[in-house]
């Protein structure tokens, strides 16, 4: 099996488990690459190299899932719906060398039913049935207090999206709504525009890292953030795009 992650390529002699559906976990610490998924019956497993993750391991093993959303800050830390419908969270906590993160309870998912999750950084939001979005855990900032509690959102929302440190929802109405980092754009972290959505109809939004992008009915692409290391804006595309899926610094388009 070769994983990538980070630029990186590993050659890693493992058993696989059969899966239904995978989704990669990002890069963490010294990892040079993990990736997790739902077993044929609904369990979640990760693997990939250093401990403990050599050998596939079960996560929230008393728990059958039927989706799964991955935390960016890793160790193996995700959120998914069960057969009920309900979210469940697992994982290790832990992160930047204090209690501040595990404070936020991120694995602590509200209860009640939902019609999907996702995830961020340290954060998870459901959507419920009425639509509104249900957020728990938090958004992490550059300095003290170095996480800020994301925020719950009424919406109502027929779809969301989330990135490290934002969320959008999409509309019945066809406008999007973002929140988290990102609220203005002065081209700093965490300021870099990634919550500031145009004005205009969409029929989708994806988020990443620090960007959002929305497609239009027309297969028009509005892209919002900046992305890299030199805050540069992200650039919007014109075509006829049915589908995005983004990466950290960067997307791709479906004509």
Not at 119 to 130: E, I, K
Request: aromatic share 10%; hydrophobic share 35%.
């Amino acid at each position: 099996v070769l994983i990538k992650a980070g630029g990186l390529a590993v050659a890693v002699s493992m058993v696989l488990p059969r899966l239904k559906s995978f989704a990669t976990l990002t890069k963490d610490g010294g990892s040079s690459g993990r990736m997790c998924g739902l077993t044929s019956d609904g369990y979640p497993v990760c693997w990939g190299t250093g401990a403990p993750w050599k050998d596939p391991t079960s996560i929230m093993d008393d728990k059958k899932l039927k989706s799964l959303a991955l935390m960016t800050s890793g160790n193996g830390k995700m959120c998914g719906l069960t057969q009920a419908d309900e979210i469940a969270c697992g994982g290790f906590n832990g992160s930047k060398g204090s209690n501040q993160y595990d404070a936020f309870s991120p694995l602590k998912p509200p209860s009640g039913k939902f019609k999907h999750v996702v995830t961020g950084y340290a954060f998870g939001c459901g959507l419920a049935g009425a639509g509104a979005a249900t957020c728990w855990g938090a958004w992490e900032t550059d300095g003290a207090p170095y996480f800020i509690a994301m925020p719950s959102h009424a919406g109502p929302f027929i779809k969301l999206a989330a990135g490290r440190n934002h969320v959008c929802g999409l509309r019945p109405n066809k406008r999007v709504a973002c929140w988290g980092a990102g609220e203005t754009d002065t081209g700093s972290r965490p300021e870099w525009g990634q919550s500031v959505a145009p004005p205009v109809d969409f029929v989708d939004v994806v988020a990443s890292k620090s960007f959002s992008c929305g497609i239009q009915a027309d297969g028009q692409i509005w892209c919002w953030g900046r992305v890299g290391s030199n805050n540069a804006k992200i650039k919007t595309i014109t075509g006829n795009f049915v589908k995005l899926v983004t990466a950290e610094c960067g997307y791709c388009g479906l004509t």
